[in-house]
């Protein structure tokens, strides 16, 4: 009986760990997708990774519609994800690693729990686990490369108000606290593993003058939390969901995070647009990685 819990211990160690071991037989910059290519991933060799999880456009009638939850795609994040890599390349002669699910949010939603993701479809599960499989290979190559990282995850809102939305997991409600009780939700946040023993404190963090924030805005893209708009007050936001909770630092580990959420008519809906966002974004990202540590200082 002991031997064949060892067989089957064994057994499953070696399903599961090369999901979670960086593989250095991927070329930065060169797609890999999943076999039914509904998940792509484009390794990167710098230590960021983005993931988009709602942009998809593929309707396999393989896969029935989801009936419950939010169906609603965010319309070409795909394309900004792929716009975001064009622009490291260009600028930094680098990449990001970035995750895109090219099924369309009816069929699959990979920022939710397996469950409410695939609703009962054997086809949609597997490719949950593909592109959740494909995050942590890139955390694990990040890990592996540089000691810690940086994770965003991509998305789209409809909100009236043309700002960026970044989310910490901190609701709206506790953004409007003063600094001084903002502080105090550290370990609450996404952003844990980042913020701890650094300078300045955890709320300029989010939302002083080196807050991703107010990086982004004076780059000419409003954004909440940052110095000009510290919180949304009454407007909708969008305070992180599934993917930030799994893949930011709230629960531990080196790599911090946080959902970043575009308005369609100023960042998404057109090529000249999101052109002119991603080459605001490798020069935002890459000061703040390089501000707050995450890459070293001779990059
Ligand atoms: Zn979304």
Redesign the pocket.
Known sequence: MDRVWIVLWLGLFFAVSPLIVADDTLVAGRSVFDENRYIEYIPGDLPLIISA???GRLKPASIPDRKKG?LL??GA?DLLAMEIVTAFQQQMGKTPHVIICHLK?LKLDC?REIEEAAQGSGEAELAWREFHGFIEQARATVIKNNGAGLYI?????GHPELRLELGYLLSKKQLQGSDQEVNRLENRSSMRELSEGRKISFAELLRGDLSFGALMQKRGFPSVPSPKFPHAGEAKY?NG?YNTRRYGSRDGGVISGF?L?CPGKSVRNSKKNRQAFAKAFVAAVMEYMKSHQVLGQEE
């Open positions: 999880p709602h942009g939010v795609a965010d994040t949010r920022n995850d991509l998305h789209g809102h969008f969901g959902q959420e």
